[in-house]
C-alpha cells in the first residue's frame, strides 16, 4: 500500500485498504486526537445527489449511537471538496472472508462463538432500529484480540430505498440474501438472522448453503430449496448445532427465531450442551471419525488434524513396507521334473507290546520250524502303517505275527509313543514266494 499523506479535513490519508460498495476505503490518521480511523469516500455518484447525501447522513446519525464492542464506531460523516466522507473505527486484524479463504473453515467452536459476538451486535442495533441488511463474512473483522466485529452497518439499508444497482447486481450479497428479499418483500429484523444463518453454515462446513452458479439459481435456491444437512458434511457437528443453523435457515420469517436475543441464546445452549457432552466422554474430540461415505468430513478432518494423518500414514507405512519387503524376498520352492517319482508317504509304526502273565503260548503244530520262535519267549511286535505329515509313500504291508493266548491267561497292553523316522529313500522289498502262505506269518 502507498502512503500518500493527502489531508482530508483534520484527516491525514496514510494508506489505501481496499475498495467497498461506497467507495475506496484508506487508513488515515485524525491530526486532533491522534488515533487511527478508516475513511470511506463516497463514489462519485453518490456524491452527486444531494437527497442520497441527505439520507446517508441521517443514518450516519443512527449509526453513531451504536456503542457495542462488536459494532465499528462511526466518528463523522463530512463533506471535504466534491466528496463525501465517513471517518470510521479503524480495527487491526482480518475479514473473516480472508479467514475462510485461508482455513478453508473454522472449527465449530470457533464458528459458534463468532454467530455468538455477531448476534450479540445485531441485538443491539436492532434494539435502536438499525437493520444491517448485507451481512457477510467480508463485513465481519477478527481483530487481533479474537474479537468479532461488524462492519458496515445500515448501509445496504440507504442504498435499498434508492434502489441503487451497480453493474446490474441487487443490493445486498446474493449468497446471503433472506427469500423474503429475493420475493419482493420488505426485509426487517429476521432478515439479519437468516444472513448469520448463511454465514454460520459457511463457517461450519466451508460451503455456502446453496452455491448457485448463477444469479437466478442463487435466488431460486434460497426461496425455494433446503439447504444440505451440516451433519452431512461434517460428522462432528453436535446436532443442537445444526438444528440452530437449519431453524435460522427457515425460508419463512415467522418460522426462525424471533430476534437476535433467541439466536444468540440458542447458540450458548447448543455450544454449552456440547461441551458438556465432549468433557462427558471418554474419547478424544479427534477420535470422533466421519461416516466412510462422508467425503467432505473426511477432508475437513484431515484439513483440521494433520499431524493425525501424518501419523497414520507413517504407521501404515512402517506396517506395509515389512510385508512388502518379505513378499519380494521370498523364493517359493522349484517344482519338481515331470520325470521324478511321486511323493511318498513314510509310516511311523506304532508299536504294541503284549505281555503274558502265564507261561508263553505253544506255537500252533502246522507253523514251520524256521519260523517258530526261540526259546525265551519275547514280546509279539505288531506293526501298523500310521501316516507322517512330511513325507508320503505307498504303504507297505509289515509282518503280522498271530499267536492265540493261553486259555488262562491274563494280558495286559502297552501302547507306546510312535517313534519319529526320519524319511528315507524307498527301497524296493524282495518278492514273497506264492506258497509262503501257512504258518505265524500271514500275508495281507
Known sequence: ??????????????????????????RAVDTMLE??????????????????????????????RLHH???ATVYAFFRHGE???????????????????????????????????????????????????????????VDDEGRTVVMDFGIARV??????????????TLEYIAPEVVRGEAADARSDLYALGCVLYEMVT????????????????????????PRERIGELP????????????????????DAAAFRKALQAALNAATQAAQASRWPAWLALPRPAQAHAWTAWLREYPGLAGVA??????????????????????????????????????????????APPTPSPAAPAATRPATGFKPVVVESPVESPRESRPAQPGPVFVMPPPPQARVSVETRAPTPVPPTAPTPKPATPADAGGGWYVRH
Open 1 to 26: 500500500m502507498t502512503t500518500d499523506g493527502m489531508m482530508i479535513g483534520p484527516y491525514r490519508r496514510l494508506e489505501r485498504l481496499g475498495e467497498g460498495a461506497m467507495g475506496e476505503v484508506h
Open 35 to 64: 488515533r487511527d480511523v478508516a475513511l470511506k469516500t463516497l463514489r462519485p455518484e453518490m456524491s452527486a445527489r444531494e437527497d442520497l447525501v441527505e439520507r446517508f447522513r441521517v443514518e450516519a446519525i443512527a449509526l453513531a
Open 69 to 71: 464492542r462488536h459494532i
Open 83 to 141: 466528496q463525501h466522507h465517513i471517518a470510521m473505527q479503524y480495527l487491526r486484524g482480518r475479514t473473516l472472508e480472508q479467514v475462510l479463504r485461508e482455513r478453508g473453515r473454522l472449527r465449530w467452536r470457533e464458528a459458534a462463538a463468532v454467530a455468538i459476538d455477531v448476534a450479540s451486535a445485531l441485538e443491539h442495533a436492532h434494539a435502536l432500529g438499525v437493520v444491517h441488511r448485507d451481512l457477510k463474512p467480508a463485513n465481519l473483522m
Open 159 to 172: 442504498l435499498a430505498k434508492e434502489r441503487q444497482t451497480r453493474a446490474g447486481t441487487l443490493v445486498g
Open 206 to 229: 466451508g460451503e455456502l448453503p446453496f452455491p448457485g452458479r448463477s444469479d437466478f439459481e442463487l435466488m431460486r435456491a434460497h426461496a425455494e430449496q433446503v439447504p444440505p444437512s
Open 239 to 258: 446436532e443442537a448445532l445444526e438444528a440452530v443453523i437449519l431453524r435460522a435457515l427457515a425460508k419463512q420469517p415467522g418460522a426462525r427465531f424471533a
Open 313 to 358: 500414514l507413517v504407521a501404515a507405512g512402517a506396517v506395509c513396507l515389512p510385508l512388502a519387503w518379505s513378499a519380494l524376498s521370498w523364493n517359493p520352492p522349484a517344482a519338481p521334473p515331470s520325470s521324478a517319482a511321486p511323493p511318498v508317504t513314510v509310516a511311523a509304526p506304532t508299536t504294541t507290546v503284549a505281555t503274558y502273565a502265564s
